[in-house]
């Protein structure tokens, strides 16, 4: 069975410094998704990034990189120069073709616990 | 509106109470979620939709019950609940339900506060 861990369940840094969230995860398939998500206290599950199994480079969008390691299982997080804004429960996610009782599949998202960043001013 | 909305963002009920919660789509999606978030557990998929035709039930109690009218609209009815049930209950929508080899990305709403006396 598909799992993820997040083993930070806090953390807590102060402005300007660099954090990074880790994500390891466990799967028996060769195509699978992996996902990260921002939780705001709003509540909302906000999108931050999707990377298959195929592609291994790593990626910046602005303050935000990712390291996808597939020999390691791990895909972390790391914001660079960290905000204030940036406090939220992070969730890494996996993603997996599922099938039903009837045989129709479809993309199964199994959560990680969560990691709650808090950024001091 | 724009995105994944959902309504209300709070509710309180009694556990002989029925209630519905509203999750409306604008993205032209073609699939839709029900997820429930506990304190201190991770977010535990409920129910799937595709086409309004329902593709999964994970094992869901039927005091919960869904409906999924069109692809824009997907309700979770509520009836005699228990106090275990308080959580956040959000809903997401996908392109498309994902296949063998392949997973859209799922968007989320703000969910519902639900909380059962």
């Known amino acids: 069975a598909q799992k993820v861990t997040q083993a930070q369940t806090e953390i807590s840094v102060v402005e300007k410094e660099d954090v990074t969230l880790d994500c390891v995860y466990e799967?028996?398939?060769?195509?699978?998704?992996l996902f990260w998500y921002k939780q705001p206290p709003s509540g909302e599950l906000v999108f931050l990034i999707r990377?298959?199994?195929?592609?291994?480079q790593n990626e910046i969008s602005g303050r935000y990189s990712w390291n996808f390691q597939k020999s390691t299982s791990s895909f972390n997080f790391t914001i660079t120069a960290s905000q204030v804004v940036d406090s939220a429960v992070y969730f890494c996610?996996?993603?997996?073709?599922?099938?039903?009782?009837?045989?129709?599949?479809?993309?199964?998202?199994?959560f990680g616990q969560g990691t709650i960043l808090t950024v001091h001013p | 509106e724009t995105g994944v909305t959902q309504t209300p963002r709070h509710l309180v009920m009694g556990m002989t109470n029925k209630k519905s919660l509203k999750c409306e789509q604008h993205?032209?999606?073609?699939?839709m979620y029900w997820y429930k978030q506990s304190a201190k557990k991770p977010l535990e998929l409920m129910f799937v939709?595709?086409?309004?035709?329902?593709?999964e039930n994970n094992s869901v109690p039927s005091r919960f019950s869904p409906e999924c009218p069109n692809s824009s609209h997907l309700f979770l009815h509520l009836h005699t609940l228990q106090p275990e049930d308080s959580a956040l209950y959000l809903c997401?929508?996908?392109?498309?339900?994902?296949?063998?080899?392949?997973?859209?990305?799922?968007?989320f709403g703000p969910g519902t506060r639900l909380t059962v006396l």
């Open positions: 996610a996996l993603s997996e073709a599922f099938a039903n009782a009837g045989g129709t599949s479809y993309g199964k998202l199994t």
């Open positions: 990377r298959n199994s195929f592609d291994e």
């Open positions: 939709y595709s086409l309004e035709e329902r593709v």
């Open positions: 997401a929508s996908s392109q498309e339900v994902g296949a063998s080899g392949y997973t859209d990305t799922q968007y």
């Open positions: 993205l032209g999606h073609n699939a």
């Open positions: 799967t028996r398939d060769t195509t699978y998704y």
